[in-house]
């Protein structure tokens, strides 16, 4: 058997349905990582008036405001992702045709959220 010696990854091309499941891994890594803070702020923000309009505040800052929209970005694609991934595990969308198009509608769907959620936030 000739096992690979060199493994180029920049050259390997994945099927758009390997770079949604790829996808789907990263999201979750995203909301694990992201949810801490952000429900700190949240409960910090209930506390008193004063930490509420400080929270306020923080939300006005560009990097905080651009990773709430990953946040929720993320949560949405790994919910339209998972959905995808269990109505596969119930054995529909198991060709590579319908692979696909699920995959580049779970795409298309989390690029229309995120665009209307950029709108709704700034």
Do not use: C
Request: net charge positive; charged share 10%; proline share 3%.
């Amino acid at each position: 058997m000739n096992a690979p010696r060199y493994l180029n990854l920049f050259k390997i091309t994945l099927p758009l349905p390997g770079i949604s499941s790829i996808l789907h891994r990263i999201s979750a890594v995203a909301i694990f990582l992201l949810s801490l803070p952000m429900f700190a702020i949240l409960i910090f923000s209930l506390e008193t008036k004063d930490n509420f309009d400080f929270a306020v505040l923080i939300f006005g800052n560009f990097l905080f405001k651009s990773l709430f929209v990953l946040f929720i970005t993320a949560i949405f694609y790994h919910f339209i992702s998972g959905l995808r991934h269990l109505v596969m595990d119930f054995g529909f969308w198991e060709t590579l045709q319908a692979g696909r198009m699920s995959a580049l509608a779970s795409f298309i769907l989390t690029a229309l959220f995120f665009f209307l959620f950029i709108f709704l936030t700034w």
